[in-house]
């Protein structure tokens, strides 16, 4: 079929919106993370700002646990469907999102209870936020899916509404578990919002056959999103028993003075997969380029974020930024920056590889990725602390780059030229084809 220019005109326009409304979406989320870190920053000391930042870090873990069996194959698969299908699926996808925060909240909580000191109490406070940090992101996502990107910005700027006051009261007694629990409880506010929105409830009856139906996508997208966060974890872990908890602290300092640029990075992240599928199902031969332009427009910002860091903030600024945390962590932007630029590239290799739908590649690529960062991030470490780390890690990132561009172009070359679209969706039951009751 014979694409003309006014359609092809209408269809860029579209995309570029979405991705527009994605960057605002993860420019409130992340702005938000980062205005919390340096809140606590500033108000715990270097050693209990690195129990936080465990506990944020396991954070990241449960949610890319969640995205991997609940939301990555509903982006994959529920993009640009008919609303009843879109509808039964974010239910049934919902639903697996809060089993999964409640079941990681138990074992987060009882951990806690058995470490004790300001990790423990960090953890105990996680573990009771887990269920609904974790719904709300699912609600995120199946905005995204429906290319209704802007229900999504809302839904964070409840959270972001609700937080200030929330910290602001914690800040005055500050504690390791009142900033976590003022952090997670304001995104319950935010989960319930998204209820309404959607006029949805998480159907948890359903989690079993969204699990079963998904399994060929959700086990491997699990796999390799807590292997990417779960690198993070193990490398965070490796450090403060190297290290020292201060070690940890300075690590995540110099991550929160990238944040802003974070944003745009996580933001075009969330929405480049079901991007990357519409281009791939409307102009297959053009998907390589897009997941290029993604990753090298990504590259460039970082780059400029991190000169700026380097050669137009002063000492004065960033010590009113990050407090006593500056020093130590400002030693550490150059190997911070390259690290996000590498990360830049593979995000845009990882977005061809999931709209292909090669589950199989896409997972042998984060595992390979994962293990070079870990890999460098802990050698790093035994040879010179935290910033022997960022350069490690800034190291085995440049080797993930590579591991996912091989496998997109694989995965490119293993594609019949005849095919349209993605794999094929699975078979769905006449009680699937429903819309559930608000």
Do not use: K
């Amino acid at each position: 079929m014979t694409v003309t220019a006014p359609a092809l005109s209408r269809t860029v326009r579209a995309a570029a919106g979405r991705l527009s409304w994605g960057l605002v979406d993860q420019a409130v989320s992340s702005l938000t993370n980062f205005a919390v870190g340096i809140v606590v920053a500033r108000s715990l000391g270097v050693t209990e700002f690195g129990a936080f930042s465990l506990a944020w870090v396991t954070y990241g873990v449960v949610l890319n646990l969640s995205r991997g069996l609940a939301t990555d194959p509903l982006v994959v698969r529920f993009s640009a469907v008919p609303v009843a299908r879109w509808r039964a699926a974010v239910s049934r996808s919902s639903g697996t999102a809060l089993v999964i925060g409640l079941v990681t909240g138990a074992g987060c909580a009882g951990i806690g209870l058995v470490v004790g000191g300001s990790v423990g109490t960090a953890f105990v406070g996680l573990g009771l936020v887990l269920p609904a940090v974790a719904l709300q992101d699912s609600w995120r996502f199946a905005f995204f899916a429906a290319g209704q990107p802007r229900r999504a910005v809302t839904n964070d700027l409840v959270w972001a509404a609700t937080l200030v006051p929330s910290m602001f009261v914690v800040a005055g007694h500050p504690s390791v578990p009142g900033f976590v629990l003022a952090w997670g409880l304001s995104g319950a506010v935010a989960a319930c919002f998204g209820c309404l929105q959607i006029r949805l409830l998480p159907g948890v009856g359903g989690v079993r056959g969204w699990l079963r139906r998904q399994r060929d996508l959700g086990v491997r997208y699990m796999i390799e999103n807590v292997s990417s966060s779960g690198a993070a974890q193990l490398r965070m872990y490796g450090l403060g028993a190297i290290a020292g908890l201060a070690a940890v602290g300075t690590v995540r300092g110099a991550e929160l003075l990238l944040g802003p640029f974070l944003a745009v990075l996580m933001g075009l992240s969330q929405v480049a997969v079901p991007e990357a599928a519409r281009v791939l199902r409307r102009s297959p031969h053009r998907l390589s380029v897009f997941c290029l332009l993604l990753g090298g427009a990504q590259a460039v910002a970082a780059l400029s974020w991190g000169l700026a860091l380097l050669f137009l903030l002063p000492d004065g600024g960033g010590e009113r930024v990050l407090g006593a945390l500056w020093a130590p962590a400002s030693a550490l932007i150059l190997p911070a920056t390259l690290a996000v630029m590498n990360a830049s590239f593979f995000t845009g290799a990882a977005a061809g590889v999931r709209a292909l739908g090669a589950a199989r590649r896409s997972l042998r690529a984060q595992l390979l990725a994962s293990g070079g960062y870990v890999t460098g991030g802990l050698v790093g470490a035994a040879m010179n602390g935290a910033l022997g780390s960022a350069w490690g890690v800034a190291l085995g990132t440049g080797f993930g780059v590579a591991v996912w561009w091989f496998q997109l172009r694989e995965g490119l070359a293993e594609r019949p030229a005849s095919t349209g679209s993605t794999r094929s969706d699975p078979p769905m039951s006449h009680e699937n084809e429903g819309t559930p009751t608000p």
